[in-house]
């Protein structure tokens, strides 16, 4: 499949996986800021963004999809940093293709399986009638039945785009989401283990993290490091500015 990227900046590669629900462009500002040291490649995963929607949706094929990108334009070793499902995508990447990667970041989240939590997300996004939506103020008023948070709806609604008709349409796959998305909660798909330098950062306010996930986390990336950013799990948009200094500080050598 052929992904939608965006690419700046000069320097070793660095790819960016956004999380579910996401896309490339929650992360257009601080690929600016790492764009001035690395060649940023920031992605649209499948059923998200820019990116081709499909049926199926599972981490099998968010690697491949990985692989074919960096094999199609040769991208060679590149760090990758991941947030939440776009971290289980590199996690499961790196440990497929232990030697296509230099450093690996992963963004609040731990190789293991969740529970489905999104359904009140999912049930907000369906019942919002795209023929009859007339206005994003509308769509924030009925999203808000299921989903409180303004936040979170505004993070929601990014994907909401206007057609050339003039009405409205998802830019992320909603069906296949709610098909699929036992399969988003899933644990690692691939055994093995990635031997190379790796930093798990987490949100002290995330709930994406339990006792005895470090422990978990060392078997498969037996030298990984960890910080804790104050933060909930949304880490690199809600301090952005210490999010990038721990990204710059890992990736120049300076752990």
């Keep these: ?9 000069e320097g070793k590669p660095l790819i960016i996986l956004h999380g579910l629900f996401g896309s490339s462009d929650n992360w257009f500002s601080l690929a600016k800021v790492f764009a001035e040291q690395f060649t940023v490649y920031l992605v649209d995963q499948r059923n998200h ?3 081709p929607h499909t049926d199926e949706f599972n981490y099998q094929l968010l690697t491949d999809d990985l692989a074919d990108l960096i ?3 040769n991208i060679y070793k590149p ?3 991941g947030h939440s499902m776009g971290g289980k995508t590199a996690m ?17 989240i731990a190789p293991k399986s969740y529970p489905v939590h999104h359904d009140h997300i999912l049930e907000g996004l369906h019942d919002i009638n795209l023929e ?3 206005s994003r103020t509308e769509a924030d008023q009925l999203l808000s039945r299921q989903v409180p948070e303004p936040d979170v709806r505004q993070f929601l609604l990014k994907n909401l785009a206007r057609t050339s ?7 992320v796959n909603i069906h296949a989401i709610d098909e699929h998305i036992e399969e988003i909660g899933a644990g690692m798909q691939y055994e093995g283990q990635f031997t190379g330098p790796t930093l798990f950062i987490k949100g002290v306010r995330s709930k994406y993290y339990a006792p005895g996930d470090d422990e978990s986390i060392l078997k498969l990336f037996p030298f990984a490091q960890f910080v804790t950013l104050n933060t909930g799990h ?13 990204v710059f500080d890992f990736l120049n050598g300076n752990e």
Excluded at 165 to 171: L, V
Excluded at 237 to 243: R, T, Y
């Design 1 to 9: 499949m052929k992904l939608f990227f965006r690419k700046s900046g």
């Design 49 to 51: 963004g820019q990116s």
């Design 71 to 73: 094999q199609e334009h």
């Design 79 to 81: 760090h990758i940093i």
């Design 92 to 108: 499961n990447f790196a440990v497929k293709h232990p030697d296509q990667v230099d450093k690996l970041i992963i963004v609040d």
């Design 132 to 134: 009859t939506l007339t």
């Design 165 to 171: 008709e003039s009405k409205f349409e998802w830019r």
């Design 234 to 246: 949304w880490v690199q948009a809600e301090d952005p500015k210490a999010f990038a200094e721990t």
